[in-house]
């Protein structure tokens, strides 16, 4: 088997202590939660770092799922299986259910968790698909304090966030708005692949309308990405298969895929318009309690 | 750096890299080589083993990462002298052919059916979805798992819950 | 005969039968597997051993201007670091492959495609080892590289392979079967004429366990003892003392436990040298495992087929006449392990079951800048080519006929009175009944309910598809005088012990990769001679401790080894007879045998059994005039042909229209492997292939860039099936016995592998019948069935 190159293991038992462990190290350390995405990366020696920082004692004070009346606050260290399993979550936001049924396997799932998914920046991530149609925004502590950006400002590019070397992502909170539901659609070559493209969908209802909608894209751009483009063409709208079908025409103009192993730019671009559809569909099924 | 942790209920202390994975530590310091590895890239979960009681491929975690932690490997399946359900099952229902990927498969068998007594076949599927067989098939694995539910529940009998299998007949 | 039945048994019924002989019976080996305790070549720890690593070539073509080992050489825990120009000073550089050409252990000159090997280090862990491989500084003069197989052989495509005396192009071989005049003939009286491209992508068996070795030079006594992973330590052992100059009887090759084969275990690869050469100099073990990158880049890969099919009928839908043109893809080294008489392995059986008045095939083997092999992956050698072509094709003359698939197979067989029957490029099949075998899987699949569904379906624009596969199966490798691998003949030993006490321990040459040998040798043995299973050891994997014969692929170990073990078992019990009518005081000719005793004839209270045999044959007093003492026999096994296996599948797919995902809703597969000896093992093997053949159908691809760069070389980007991915599969089985096997049994190892892909994608084309689509290639992935609804199918390479 692989293995990575030397680098010296430290641990963190508390977020200052990580934070304070990364300001003496710099840029020649980096933080190992779930190391899904890391270890296989060291040890392909595509990624070398001096010292890796285990935040796995922070399980504690970083896994948390709070309910609160305008916004869910989800603590990075919250791992993917309990992500799955928070029925109360589900409730909130299906497409939490949706999404991590599909993200890698069971036994990944036990470890990964949202902070060490969204750190890891990868175009096709499920769970950033899903912050972004959520609208999610990203707490970041350092030494003087925390931060809080949006999913936009937190995904830099490819590999590429906001969170600075002496940095830390603690927690994502998540808006709550009534009458709202939200929905997640993979297609992936096999389970536990990465997607070829996925779509995130968020609907709210009002009287019959649609008050707001969200989607959010993944595999089809240099990061996942939201469409306002669709917010704005939905708001407004009865829901119906044509405002649906507007809103994947919009998903497949916006996107932006490359041909690779996964699939045609082609047929990715059909990808985003039809799950865009599907999802956009389903949200709405379960505002409307006829589904799920 | 010196690492602690509990391994099949036995602590164990020992000088390490840190960047000593724990696949390597049980199979090479430990020389619990049950845990097999398959893969580079944590895709074929051959190395599955437990992680404060919860499947993880080990190939993916520093074997400093779990000091302080309890490991469980396919050696601390068998208590007392006696085989696990699930080590039964696999026999029974001849869930495994090389056997290379049997451990880590009977490793997460074994946590699904703690937390659910009764999985469904779509239930067992998806647990071990995460680790590849290229030799079985699949459904006798699954039936070896449906087999120590049952041997659990106390509800096997030889013949009543078994699945269709073969048709045809020999001369 | 045949033997059908269609009433279902169910798997357990018979789960506490401990039989005396052949039937359901548990494993003898699994009691280790499940503890944990199997013992596979990585888990060899030896006292003082050394780590072996392999610095591979990053492109695929390139001329070697350096190597600077030095850095390497000063890593406080390296021991050794050898290139291909320390290999060539001691004239080891270079190695035979199975099929008659060179390949390199180290790269000398070129590297020649990405993965190859270019230089080793020895280190004092497996980590040194790695860190050690980025301390080597390779200068490297870019080559174009040649990808694409049908522009190899251009005129301006570089030469690859200009290590070869006055090499020009990239020829590898032409190769020619059937007669091309009669076969003409019947295509230009034929009413239909349907041909098509299909292509066999190129894939990997990727068994979980990767290759590795550990080698144990002893200078004392100058014995080398090679733990590997090979299914053929036998021949292995003649090969390394022919390129090591080692002396034979100074080497054992011991193969242990395996985990998994699937013929990626067959060659020699340069790691098991780099290993013996990294104990021969240090004189240490040495231990060489390789990465999951690194099998899937450098060893035994499987197919890369580019075909022509072409099929001739009758417009009432008699089959003529089948014709292909082939370019086949055989990497940097011609590495293909097959009989060396075949350089296209067994595809000539491409005519498949079917009774036709021509065939002919014309092929041609290029190298490419890609890993060598050719031969592996349950291919039966090549056989999975050659089923895939004419099952996909005798589909393409349903389409254009518009005519059922089963209707169009049912019409074409050979008829169970025709064999012996020597098909148009002469292969003698041995035995089959086909329409029974036929009618079953129809009848468990439900086909005409099945159709029905599919139509209601269609008409609501749901895509449904059934894919029906017939194949015959070629299995069994010698006879020896048709076949060998680099002059060893095709032929297998078994040794029979019996101990006193009425124990024994039967030796075979050929060992397990996870098919049970342990288990159904020891019911061979157990039917023949009435000595329970769990009192027959079976000892293998150990050139030691077994006798010559040439290894475990092919499907060979039954119909091969199994009937050695069968007639040796025959052999004891001869003797036993003998032994018995001294003890009974009556003529050898008054006994008879019932399983497990002798008893005077009309008298069967007058009766010896086995056991009490075996006391006397080493106890004291005397035996009959001319009997030896002991209970023992050997025997080198010539098979007089191969068997024909054969088996009829039936797929059932499901396509989302909007996502042009595939599911594989059911399967169904009768096979006829003619005598079952343990029905467990058989289902359990028929299993596995048609898991591999659900893979290879969908997703399993090793591709490459235009540079000639791997895209397959993880298991993130090979994807292989997960429980998730395939059915409960159901199946069923027919018997008809091989006429000339001692116990009339047939291989079943790779059947399913071979039989399994045309179902699938015959399924897959079926389902998008609606889209006017007649042929799409492997891997089915959605975005390629997506494209073929478009109405652009594309080749895979």
Same mark, same amino acid.
């Given at each position: ?6 680098f010296?293991?430290?641990r ?5 202590e990580?934070?304070?462990?990364l300001d003496?190290?710099g840029?020649t ?11 296989p990366?060291?040890k392909?020696?595509?990624a ?6 285990d935040i796995n ?7 948390f799922?709070?309910f ?5 606050r989800?603590?990075?260290m919250?791992r993917h299986?309990e ?6 979550l589900?409730?909130a936001?299906?497409i939490f259910?949706d999404a991590e049924?599909?993200i890698?396997?069971?036994v ?6 949202l902070?060490?998914?969204l ?18 925004s990203?707490v970041i502590?350092g030494?003087?304090g925390?931060?809080?950006v ?13 969170v ?14 009534p009458?709202?539901?939200?929905a997640y ?5 096999r389970?536990?692949?990465w ?5 995130g ?5 009002e009287?019959?309308v649609?008050?707001?909608?969200r989607?959010?894209?993944?595999a089809?751009?240099p990061n ?8 704005q063409t939905?708001?407004g ?6 405002a649906?079908a507007?809103?994947?025409d919009i998903?497949?103009r916006?996107?932006d ?7 045609s ?14 999802a956009?569909?389903?949200?709405v099924a ?7 | 750096?010196?690492v602690t ?10 000088e ?5 994975l724990?696949v390597h530590f ?12 398959g893969c580079?890239t ?14 993880v491929?080990s190939?993916?975690v520093?074997?400093a990462?779990a000091g302080?932690?309890?490991v ?14 699930v080590?039964?099952?696999f ?5 495994l052919q090389c ?5 880590g498969?009977?490793?997460?068998a074994?946590?699904?059916l703690?937390?659910n ?12 979805s995460?680790?590849i067989?290229?030799?079985?098939g699949?459904?006798?694995i699954v039936?070896?798992?449906q087999?120590?539910a ?9 013949t009543?819950d ?5 048709s045809g007949?020999?001369? | 005969m045949?033997?059908?039945?269609g009433s279902?048994?169910?798997a357990f019924?018979?789960?506490?039968q ?8 548990l494993?003898k080996?699994d ?5 944990g305790?199997g013992?596979y070549?990585d ?9 072996l690593?392999?610095?591979r070539a990053?492109?695929?073509?390139a001329?070697i201007?350096?190597?600077d080992?030095?850095l390497?050489e ?5 021991k050794?670091?050898?290139t ?6 001691k004239?080891?550089?270079w ?5 008659n ?8 000159d070129k590297?020649?495609f990405?993965g ?6 020895v280190?004092?862990d ?8 980025e301390?080597?500084d ?7 590289p040649v990808v ?11 030469v690859?392979r200009?290590?070869?005396?006055g090499?020009?192009?990239?020829h590898?071989?032409d190769?020619?079967?059937?007669d091309?005049e ?5 295509f ?7 041909s098509?491209d299909?292509?066999?992508p190129r ?5 979980m ?10 200078a004392v006594d ?15 052992r003649?090969?390394y003392?022919?390129?090591a100059g080692?002396?034979e009887?100074k ?12 013929g ?6 340069? #790691?098991?040298v ?15 495992m390789?990465? $999951? ?11 890369d087929?580019v075909? $022509?099919g072409?099929?001739?009928a009758?417009?009432?839908g ?6 292909t ?6 990497g940097?080294?011609?590495g293909?392990?097959a009989p ?12 498949g079951?079917?009774d036709?008045?021509?065939a002919?095939?014309k ?7 890609k890993?060598p ?15 895939y072509?004419?099952e ?16 169009l197979?049912?019409?074409n067989?050979?008829?169970?009175e025709?064999?012996?029957?020597t098909s148009k ?7 089959g009944?086909?329409?029974?075998t036929m ?9 005409d ?10 008409a609501?624009g ?8 017939f194949?015959?199966?070629a299995?069994g ?5 048709d ?16 101990h ?13 990769? #996870? ?10 043995v157990?039917?023949?001679t ?10 293998h994997?150990?050139t030691?401790?077994?006798?010559f014969g040439?290894g475990?692929?092919g499907?060979?170990?039954?119909p ?6 069968a007639l ?6 001869d ?12 003529p050898?000719?008054?006994i008879?045998?019932?399983?497990g ?6 008298d069967p209270?007058a009766s010896v059994t ?6 006397k ?7 009959p005039e001319?009997?030896e003492?002991?209970?023992e026999?050997q025997i ?7 068997t ?5 599948y039936?797929?059932?797919?499901d396509i989302?229209p909007g996502?042009a ?8 597969a009768?096979?006829?492997c003619?005598?079952?000896i343990?029905p467990?093992?058989i289902?359990g093997?028929?299993?596995?292939g048609l898991?591999?053949g659900?893979g290879?159908a969908?997703?399993e ?11 397959? #070389? ?14 409960d599969?159901?199946t069923g089985?027919?018997?008809t ?5 001692p ?8 059947s ?8 699938v994608v015959?399924?897959?084309v ?18 390629r069935?997506w494209?073929a609804?478009?109405?652009r199918p594309?080749?895979?390479?």
């Amino acid at each position: 088997m692989q293995v990575p190159a030397p680098f010296e293991y430290e641990r963190a038992g508390s977020v200052d202590e990580a934070i304070g462990v990364l300001d003496r190290l710099g840029d020649t350390a980096r933080l190992i939660a779930g190391g899904h995405s890391l270890l296989p990366m060291m040890k392909l020696r595509l990624a070398n770092f001096e010292y890796l920082v285990d935040i796995n004692d922070l399980a504690d004070e970083l896994g948390f799922i709070v309910f609160e009346p305008d916004r869910v606050r989800i603590g990075a260290m919250t791992r993917h299986r309990e992500l799955l399993e928070s029925a109360e979550l589900a409730r909130a936001f299906p497409i939490f259910q949706d999404a991590e049924k599909v993200i890698a396997d069971p036994v990944v799932r036990n470890r990964g968790t949202l902070g060490g998914s969204l750190c890891q920046a990868d175009p096709s991530e499920d769970l950033s698909a899903v912050c972004t149609t959520l609208g999610a925004s990203c707490v970041i502590r350092g030494r003087d304090g925390e931060r809080v950006v949006t999913m936009e400002e937190f995904h830099r590019g490819p590999y590429e966030t906001a969170v600075g070397d002496a940095e830390i992502l603690t927690e994502v909170r998540f808006p709550v708005h009534p009458s709202g539901s939200s929905a997640y659609e993979k297609v992936e070559r096999r389970a536990g692949d990465w997607a070829v493209v996925s779509a995130g969908a968020a609907v709210w209802l009002e009287g019959g309308v649609i008050s707001d909608a969200r989607v959010g894209l993944a595999a089809v751009g240099p990061n996942t990405t939201g469409l306002p483009e669709i917010s704005q063409t939905l708001r407004g709208a009865t829901p119906s298969e044509e405002a649906y079908a507007r809103a994947g025409d919009i998903a497949a103009r916006s996107c932006d895929p490359a041909s690779d192993h996964r699939g045609s730019a082609e047929y990715k671009r059909h990808l985003a318009k039809e799950l865009t559809v599907r999802a956009l569909r389903r949200s709405v099924a379960r505002v409307n309690g006829e589904e799920d | 750096m010196q690492v602690t942790m509990v391994v099949n209920d036995e602590e164990v202390t020992r000088e390490i890299e840190g960047r000593l994975l724990l696949v390597h530590f049980l199979r090479d310091h430990l020389a619990l080589t049950g845990t097999h590895w398959g893969c580079d890239t944590s895709n074929c979960g051959t190395c599955v083993v437990w992680l404060d009681g919860e499947p993880v491929k080990s190939c993916t975690v520093l074997a400093a990462m779990a000091g302080g932690r309890e490991v469980r490997t396919v050696e601390g399946l068998e208590q007392g002298g006696e085989l696990d359900p699930v080590q039964k099952g696999f026999v029974e229902c001849h869930g495994l052919q090389c056997g290379f990927c049997t451990p880590g498969m009977m490793m997460t068998a074994r946590a699904l059916l703690d937390r659910n007594t009764s999985p469904s076949e779509e239930e067992i599927r998806e647990a071990i979805s995460g680790q590849i067989c290229r030799c079985t098939g699949y459904s006798t694995i699954v039936r070896s798992i449906q087999w120590a539910a049952a041997e659990e529940a106390g509800t096997r009998t030889t013949t009543a819950d078994a699945p269709t299998a073969d048709s045809g007949s020999a001369s | 005969m045949t033997t059908v039945a269609g009433s279902p048994v169910t798997a357990f019924e018979n789960n506490d039968q401990k039989p005396v002989g052949h039937g359901r019976m548990l494993r003898k080996e699994d009691p280790r597997f499940v503890r944990g305790r199997g013992r596979y070549v990585d888990d060899v720890q030896l006292p003082g051993m050394l780590h072996l690593a392999i610095l591979r070539a990053p492109m695929a073509h390139a001329r070697i201007v350096s190597v600077d080992t030095s850095l390497a050489e000063a890593h406080p825990k390296v021991k050794l670091v050898v290139t291909g120009a320390m290999l060539a000073e001691k004239g080891l550089a270079w190695m035979p492959t199975l099929s008659n050409d060179v390949q390199a252990v180290l790269a000398t000159d070129k590297v020649r495609f990405q993965g190859q090997e270019v230089a080793f280090v020895v280190a004092e862990d497996r980590y040194a080892a790695r860190d050690a491989l980025e301390l080597i500084d390779v200068e490297y003069e870019m080559l174009d590289p040649v990808v694409d197989v049908r522009t190899a052989l251009d005129p301006s495509a570089p030469v690859i392979r200009d290590d070869l005396d006055g090499k020009t192009d990239n020829h590898c071989f032409d190769w020619e079967t059937g007669d091309a005049e009669a076969t003409e003939d019947v295509f230009a009286k034929a009413d239909v004429v349907v041909s098509d491209d299909i292509v066999y992508p190129r894939v990997h068996p990727a068994p979980m366990e990767t290759c590795g070795s550990v080698a144990d030079f002893d200078a004392v006594d100058g014995k080398l003892t090679l733990w590997s992973t090979t299914q053929a330590p036998h021949a292995h052992r003649t090969l390394y003392a022919i390129v090591a100059g080692l002396p034979e009887h100074k080497i054992r090759v011991i193969s242990p436990d395996i985990g998994g084969g699937f013929g990626n275990k067959v060659p020699i690869y340069p #790691g098991y040298v780099c290993s013996v050469v990294g104990s021969l100099l240090t004189g240490k073990p040495v231990k060489w495992m390789e990465d $999951r990158s690194e099998n899937l880049t450098s060893t035994g890969f499987a197919r890369d087929y580019v075909m $022509r099919g072409e099929i001739a009928a009758t417009r009432d839908g008699k089959i003529l006449g089948i014709r292909t043109n082939v370019l086949a893809d055989h990497g940097a080294f011609n590495g293909t392990a097959a009989p060396v008489k075949y350089p296209a392995g067994f595809f000539g059986v491409f005519t498949g079951s079917y009774d036709i008045e021509a065939a002919y095939c014309k092929m041609t083997a290029v190298y490419t800048n890609k890993a060598p092999g050719g031969v592996a992956y349950a291919c039966s050698f090549r056989i999975t080519e050659a089923v895939y072509l004419v099952e996909r094709i005798v589909d393409c003359l349903a389409y254009e006929l518009d005519m059922d698939p089963a209707e169009l197979r049912l019409r074409n067989f050979i008829k169970p009175e025709q064999f012996p029957y020597t098909s148009k490029t002469g292969w003698v099949y041995d035995s089959g009944d086909y329409e029974p075998t036929m009618r079953l899987s129809m009848e468990l699949a439900g086909y005409d309910e099945l159709r029905r569904e599919q139509e209601e379906k269609r008409a609501r624009g749901e895509l449904m598809g059934i894919g029906i596969s017939f194949f015959t199966e070629a299995v069994g490798a010698g006879p020896r005088k048709d076949m060998d691998i680099l002059g060893l003949g095709m032929a297998d030993g078994c040794e029979l012990r019996v101990h006193p006490t009425g124990k024994a321990v039967v030796r075979l040459s050929v060992q397990t990769q #996870g098919q049970g040998h342990e288990t159904t040798f020891a019911q061979i043995v157990s039917e023949e001679t009435g000595i329970p299973p769990s009192d027959i050891d079976v000892v293998h994997g150990d050139t030691d401790q077994t006798p010559f014969g040439l290894g475990t692929y092919g499907s060979r170990s039954t119909p091969v080894s199994g009937a050695a073990a069968a007639l040796v078992a025959r052999k004891v019990r001869d003797k036993a007879r003998l032994i018995a009518s001294g003890m009974l005081e009556v003529p050898a000719t008054d006994i008879e045998w019932t399983k497990g005793s002798f008893h005077v004839k009309g008298d069967p209270s007058a009766s010896v059994t086995i056991q009490d045999i075996a006391m006397k044959a080493h106890g004291a007093g005397d035996l009959p005039e001319g009997i030896e003492g002991g209970l023992e026999a050997q025997i080198c096994y010539n098979p007089e042909n191969l068997t024909y296996p054969h088996g009829a599948y039936i797929c059932v797919v499901d396509i989302d229209p909007g996502t042009a995902r595939v599911t594989v809703r059911r399967f169904v597969a009768v096979d006829d492997c003619g005598t079952r000896i343990n029905p467990m093992i058989i289902e359990g093997q028929v299993h596995g292939g048609l898991t591999d053949g659900v893979g290879m159908a969908l997703m399993e691809m090793i591709a490459f860039d235009e540079d000639g760069n791997c895209l397959g #070389g993880s298991l993130m980007d090979y994807l292989i099936p997960t429980a998730l991915e395939v059915p409960d599969w159901e199946t069923g089985f027919t018997v008809t016995p091989s006429p000339h096997h001692p116990i009339g049994a047939k291989g079943v190892g790779e059947s399913a592998t071979v039989g399994s892909p045309p179902a699938v994608v015959n399924a897959v084309v079926d389902a998008l019948k609606p889209f006017g689509v007649r042929h799409a290639d492997m891997p089915l992935t959605p975005s390629r069935v997506w494209e073929a609804m478009q109405g652009r199918p594309m080749p895979p390479i």
